[in-house]
């Protein structure tokens, strides 16, 4: 895992009080953690959009709205009445809700990202 961002660097983005002090370590690992899946390329100096990404995403996390569970499978519905059936299926896609920290670091980290803006350089 790739330490983007650090407890310090939040506290000075968000304010001291984006969470309490017992859950802002795990809160800013799972925001690394987070980040180091994303597969960003190797940064010397990690740009301030990345470390504000970190920042909102160890907001969520400490709010409990990161990595959260969800329930996916099939539901069944069959009925038959006098010789007619009829059956209805509906399987979940296995997504879960996106939070408005999360949605918005993607927005920070898109130019960084697979698919995003690509600066070329002519040498």
Do not use: C, H
């Not at 939040?10 to 002090?21: F, K």
């Not at 597969?39 to 740009?47: I, K």
């Not at 301030?48 to 099939?74: D, W």
């Amino acid at each position: 895992m790739t330490e983007y961002i650090t407890t310090a660097q939040v506290d000075d983005l968000l304010g001291a009080d984006w969470a309490a002090e017992d859950k802002k370590a795990r809160a800013v690992l799972m925001a690394n953690t987070w980040l180091t899946g994303k597969r960003l390329p190797a940064f010397d100096l990690v740009p301030a959009e990345v470390v504000q990404a970190g920042a909102e995403v160890a907001r969520e996390a400490a709010a409990g709205k990161l990595y959260g569970s969800y329930e996916a499978g099939v539901v069944s519905k069959a009925v038959d009445a006098d010789g007619v059936s009829s059956s209805k299926t509906y399987a979940t896609a296995g997504g879960r809700a996106v939070s408005a920290g999360e949605a918005f670091a993607m927005a920070l980290l898109a130019p960084y990202l697979p698919g995003g803006q690509t600066r070329v350089v002519r040498a």
